[in-house]
């Protein structure tokens, strides 16, 4: 059985993309109104790193960083949301192989599949297990955990769609387009 190390890009990636994502976590969100749930920009970052570094980069981009971010803001992480984040990151991570961003296109029909990929699994992560996990981790009452999922998963995939298919169209627009290159003789 062959077994594939992640390389030393990929493992810089996760701690870089961390980072990042504890730093978007923390200064770049904006509050609802709804308790402890934001407007948050970190996850259209962490959907970019997860298309551009797969699904293992991805998972522990949103795994680490969410929880870094928990840790250094506000004493504890609240792993309900933190094992959401990861899932996220890993799920969206998994269409990176569909959607070739490294050729330097994202053609419409890509950006139609990393949304409708995105949104279901944001819908199964903020909607469904978040919540649930909040009842049966911290006893949280079920009317206001499924309403900080509802708003943090609704806006999380508004954030994506927009912050995150402009980063990958940006991203994309940076690569060298497969047979872009000719030989000058």
């Known amino acids: 059985m062959k077994r594939k190390n992640l390389s030393i890009k990929t493992i810089v990636a996760i701690g870089i993309g961390s980072a990042v994502f504890a730093i978007l976590g923390r200064f770049a969100v904006i509050p609802t109104g709804v308790p402890n749930t934001n407007f948050d920009t970190s996850y259209g970052f962490l959907a970019l790193m997860a298309i551009v570094f797969g699904p293992i980069a991805g998972g522990l981009i949103g795994l680490i960083g969410h929880a870094l971010k928990d ?3 506000y ?6 949301w ?3 984040s990861g899932i996220v990151g890993f799920l969206i991570g998994l269409a990176s192989k569909k959607i070739n961003i490294e050729a330097g296109k994202f053609p419409v029909k890509n950006i139609i599949l990393f949304n409708v990929i995105q949104i279901v699994v944001q819908a199964i992560g903020w909607f469904v297990i978040a919540p649930s996990l909040d009842i ?3 006893v949280e009452p079920a009317n206001k955990v499924y309403l900080q999922g509802l708003v943090a998963g609704g806006l ?3 954030v994506v769609a927009v912050l995150g298919t402009l980063l990958l169209s940006i991203y994309a627009k940076s690569r060298s387009q497969s047979g872009s290159l000719t030989k000058d003789l």
Do not use: C, E, R
């Not at 004493?75 to 309900?80: A, E, N």
């Open 136 to 138: 049966f981790i911290y």
């Open 75 to 80: 004493g504890t992480p609240w792993w309900s």
């Open 71 to 73: 840790a250094i803001f």
């Open 82 to 84: 933190v094992v959401v």
């Open 156 to 158: 999380n995939m508004a």
